[in-house]
């Protein structure tokens, strides 16, 4: 499966990642900062803004699904970052027509 991962440099996104490669799926990382993640086979690493619905969606569409470890607990509003940040992250998923998140 061709699996849309955001936040996959992080604690959370880096374990399911690690699986997803391991089962054998492609998997596109969408993080703010790809030099975190260093090249492997079956994975990309993409620059990603989650605030910027539009651009989201164009960077998930073709994927079987998206998988979320969106992390918002450096911002200095982590509430008002994590509902923003979801609620681009829904809409963005269903603007793509990825059917799964």
Do not use: C, W
């Not at 440099?9 to 997803?20: D, W």
């Not at 918002?72 to 809409?91: N, T, W």
């Amino acid at each position: 499966m061709n699996i849309a991962l955001i936040g996959a440099s992080g604690y959370v996104g880096s374990a399911l990642r690690n699986e997803a490669l391991a089962r054998g799926h492609k998997v596109t990382a969408l993080v703010s900062q790809p030099v975190k993640l260093e090249a492997q086979d079956n994975l990309s690493v993409v620059k990603a803004d989650v605030l910027d619905e539009a651009a989201l969606a164009g960077l998930l569409r073709g994927h079987g699904a998206v998988l979320s470890a969106f992390s918002g607990q450096a911002q200095a509003d982590v509430l008002g970052y994590y509902l923003r940040g979801f609620r681009s992250i829904i809409a963005a998923v269903k603007n793509s027509g990825v059917p799964r998140l």
